[in-house]
């Protein structure tokens, strides 16, 4: 008999193995997030450990069914031990350890599933600073297999067809996919011109984080080759964008943040939890120019109600809801509440192709349970609420324009009738200054309703207010023509009313 142990030999199918990689429920923007990830992670770092400011460019081609397109960074690049030994591997990265290259799957899963399964062609480009010392530009040539080889690229060709990213180190990733699979970024669309700008839409959510910082810099470039694969026009002009931040819009009540600590196997882990109510006008907002109005994020409904979950910089989920607070079905009356989870620290991991969080995480466990508490749970959005959260916020801004004032919010006037002033405002010299908040545009019923609260008070105080404030998201024009009316009469004690009406935008709300 022979003896035990013995060993196993493990060997892949190499064929089903790398077709088998590229089904993953991924979409094109997700599979491209995973090389503009790599292109961050490998910008490099200070002597704080902090990464540099960014420049990526991405190109797209549109020729006939097929999609061709480009990620080209200024980073590090590749060293030939890298590409050899470790890159291509199983599980293997180099050595950019930045902040979204947490598990050397990235590359290998974005480019198979990219290319359908390994069958359409890819290039990878690099040069690190031996290889622009030595005039050297490596290259890598896919499909995947045992047999690809590291080769010497033509140093003339290293910029072509970029605009933006121009210096002499980095990588640049090249890769063909069908038009099919271009498509999944947004299924609604049916022309190319759509499709790029709503990927712009895309990146422009998953990479505020970074955006925000003027410094780093994310450009698309586009053009249409035509249909006839076997006839490019590459006289055709490019066009470009440069992908701007999209913030969640909140209105004009604002977030409420709480950080929230985890304690785990690993020590200590902070996260911050921030949620508010959406202002749908400030997504459909063409003024704001390309990717607006927005057509997939924060479209106050079901499907997109809920909060994004960013991670270490990047938004990974968007409209979470039943996936964080399973008892909290997905339903209308939640369609304005918006919020993130923000995850910076390293022990809240994510799966292999970072489209989510390890489920089985322990901080993740602990944080969801944390968040359902009532405190954290979606809140039913109403005007009332929305008005509650103007009136906290004003409330605060006045007491610290004002020092030495006394703000009350719900006031009771008419000897206790149930009428209450939104915000009374007494000032330190006696003057009284009141306001009537609405989350929408101002009706007719709200200027009387102001002037009932300034008769309310010169009947239980004996002194007519200052100035009372009609406070809305618009004011009609009708609505300022019933104020300037009222204020051309007196009140009981013979003081002419003086009533004004201010946006939310006005005061700064």
């Known amino acids: ?163 933006h990213v121009a210096t002499e180190r980095g990588t640049r990733v090249y890769a063909e996919t069908t038009f099919e699979f271009f498509n999944t970024l947004y299924h609604r669309a049916r022309t190319f011109e759509t499709l790029v700008e709503r990927f712009i839409e895309h990146l422009g959510v998953m990479y505020r984080g970074f955006l925000k910082n003027p410094h780093n810099k994310l450009w698309l470039r586009w053009r249409n080759l035509g249909d006839d694969e076997n006839n490019p026009n590459y006289n055709v002009e490019w066009e470009e964008f440069r992908i701007k931040p999209i913030d969640i819009p909140y209105d004009a009540g604002g977030s409420q943040t709480t950080e929230i600590e985890i304690n785990g196997p690993e020590g200590k882990a902070n996260a911050v939890y921030i949620r508010g109510n959406l202002d749908v006008e400030k997504v459909k907002d063409p003024s704001q120019g390309k990717p607006y109005p927005l057509k997939i994020y924060y479209q106050g409904n079901i499907p997109t ?21 399973p008892d909290v079905p997905r339903h209308n009356q939640f369609n304005k509440f918006i919020g993130e989870l923000i995850l ?28 359902d508490d009532e405190e954290f749970k979606p809140q039913r959005v109403t005007g009332a609420k929305i008005e509650k959260d103007l009136a906290k916020k004003l409330k605060k801004m006045l007491e610290g324009h004002y020092t030495r004032s006394k703000v009350q919010r719900d006031r009771p006037i008419w000897g206790g009738a149930g009428v209450k002033v939104d915000i009374y405002h007494e000032l330190k010299n006696g003057e009284i200054h009141i306001y009537e908040l609405k989350a929408g545009t101002a009706a007719p019923i709200d200027a009387y309703q102001l002037l009932m609260y300034w008769d309310g008070i010169v009947k239980d105080e004996g002194k007519s207010p200052k100035t009372g404030r009609l406070v809305a998201k618009e004011i009609p024009s009708t609505v300022r023509n019933i104020i300037n009316e009222i204020n051309k009469r007196k009140d009981s004690l013979g003081n002419n009313y003086n009533l004004e009406c201010k946006t939310i935008e006005e005061l700064g709300l």
Not at 345 to 363: A, E
Request: glycine share 10%; with cysteine.
């Open 305 to 325: 109600q809920g909060i994004d979950i960013v991670v270490r910089g990047r938004v990974l989920k968007t409209g979470q809801l039943p996936e964080i607070w």
């Open 1 to 163: 008999m022979s003896k035990f142990p013995k060993d196993v030999k493990i060997s892949i199918e190499e064929e089903r193995y790398w077709e088998g990689l590229g089904r993953q429920e991924m979409d094109f923007h997700q599979v491209v997030g995973e090389l503009i990830d790599n292109s961050i992670s490998a910008s490099g770092k200070d002597s704080e450990g902090d990464l540099f400011p960014f420049k990526i460019e991405v190109t797209l081609e549109k020729l006939g069914n097929k999609i061709r397109i480009k990620v080209a960074d200024e980073g590090i690049g590749m060293t030939v031990d890298e590409i050899t030994e470790h890159i291509f591997s199983l599980g293997g990265k180099g050595r950019s350890e930045g902040p979204l290259n947490e598990h050397g799957f990235g590359l290998k899963n974005a480019l198979c599933v990219l290319t359908i399964g390994n069958k359409l062609p890819w290039i990878i480009q690099t040069r690190d600073d031996y290889a622009i010392s030595n005039g050297l530009v490596y290259v890598v040539k896919g499909p995947f297999s045992s047999k690809m080889k590291l080769e010497l690229g033509d140093v003339k060709l290293w910029n072509e067809g970029l605009a």
């Open 344 to 371: 910076n620290d390293p022990k809240f991991r994510t799966v292999n192709n970072k489209i989510s969080l390890d489920p089985h995480n322990p901080y993740w466990i602990e944080l969801v349970e944390k968040l």
